[in-house]
């Protein structure tokens, strides 16, 4: 019986995860974290209906070492721990010693595009050590992949993900989130290098079935990852959206005491804002979106334009971020097709993949071409 380690397996995507990972009959998994009392309380109540067999662990991921994962026997590791932009690699570099298969859920651009340094190591333990196992750069790349062979040229990405305000997002992504407000960064626009600033770049976007949200520059692996795999296009843009107006405005407000270094970071106000969404937690839905335009030109030259949209109801869109992993835990637990070595999460499952794993959920998507 194969064990998966879920490290921060009773936090917002991890929960999601170990629940997923907990149906299969032929698992062992292992809900840890730095709270005794969550992991343990956590193992307790997704043990009522898992027919995995459950246990659970205190692991603190930043202190973490080598003889400690080998001490739980665990075949693979998931870190959804984060926030990822505070981490270093030791929670990899501890698996790579227990000679462990390590996956994150990581989608700070330094983190997961930074993960390569660790491929020697990785090989040399015959692991994988997989960053990024999450909406992006997992699932985006496996849908660009699907897609991108349509087109006889692809200039141009834009991808965008809006949660429904329903979603509770926990500390540790709230940081994550505020950690990049205002703060500048690089990405490929019409041919040349541009600098954008997370959460601004204001403006309006219609998901087909969700309705309009404001949407804003947001920082992710994608603007590396894809001009890498992809070098030919002339742009690749990421964005990112709060259902509620008041939330995204006032994040854009506020991203500009940080662009104006009236403030460092937003990092500290975390806690702040996080008791004001809990308190309007009534204004939104519990609907979620993601969309990826491609654009390019066909074999005579036109323009072609693919829309992807997808589209989670029923409080169902925190499993997005969190089944590139279950994809990826699963094969690796059972030794399916993967290389040893580190590398980031693009084109590692395919959309196929995706939407089988989701089948029970109302999750949906749809393409549109012009």
């Not at 665990?74 to 929670?91: C, K, M």
């Not at 998901?207 to 949200?213: D, E, K, Q, V």
């Not at 403030?263 to 500290?268: A, D």
């Not at 693919?306 to 094969?331: D, Q």
């Amino acid at each position: 019986m194969s064990r998966i380690v879920i490290v921060g397996g009773y936090g917002a995507f991890g929960a999601h995860a170990a629940e997923r990972l907990a149906r299969e009959p032929d698992l062992e998994i292992v809900i840890a974290g730095r709270s005794r009392e969550k992991a343990q309380a956590h193992a307790r109540a997704l043990s009522h209906t898992a027919k995995a067999k459950i246990s659970w662990a205190r692991l603190d991921a930043t202190r973490t070492s080598g003889d400690e994962i080998a001490a739980l026997q665990a075949t693979v590791l998931i870190n959804a721990s984060g926030p990822f932009q505070e981490q270093r690699y030791d929670l990899a570099q501890a698996c790579i010693a227990a000679r462990c298969h390590y996956i994150d859920l990581a989608d700070a651009r330094a983190f997961v595009c930074g993960i390569a340094g660790l491929d020697a190591q990785a090989r040399a333990a015959d692991v994988c050590v997989i960053s990024g196992a999450s909406s992006v750069p997992g699932l985006s790349s496996a849908v660009v992949r699907a897609y991108a062979d349509a087109f006889a040229k692809l200039d141009d990405i834009e991808i965008g993900i809006s949660p429904g305000n329903s979603f509770d997002p926990g500390v540790a992504t709230v940081a994550s989130i505020l950690g990049g407000v205002g703060k500048p960064f690089t990405r490929r626009g019409d041919g040349r290098e541009e600098i954008a600033y997370g959460w601004q770049g204001l403006h309006r976007h219609a998901f087909p079935g969700l309705g309009t949200r404001w949407m804003s520059d947001v920082n992710v692996p994608d603007l590396d990852l894809l001009p890498m795999h992809y070098p030919a296009l002339r742009s690749a843009r990421f964005y990112a959206g709060l259902e509620v107006e008041l939330f995204q405005i006032g994040l854009w407000l506020l991203s500009w005491l940080v662009r104006g270094k009236v403030m460092h970071s937003l990092s500290r106000l975390g806690g702040v804002l996080l008791k004001a969404k809990h308190s309007l937690r009534f204004l939104g839905s519990d609907a979620g979106g993601m969309f990826i335009t491609l654009y390019g030109k066909d074999n005579s030259g036109a323009p072609k334009e693919l829309n992807w949209n997808l589209v989670a109801t029923s409080g169902h869109g925190p499993y997005v971020p969190a089944i590139a992993s279950v994809i990826l835990a699963k094969k690796l637990a059972t030794g399916q097709g993967f290389e040893a070595g580190a590398r980031a999460c693009f084109e590692q499952f395919n959309l196929a993949e995706f939407k089988a794993a989701v089948s029970d959920l109302s999750i949906s998507y749809e393409t549109m071409w012009r």
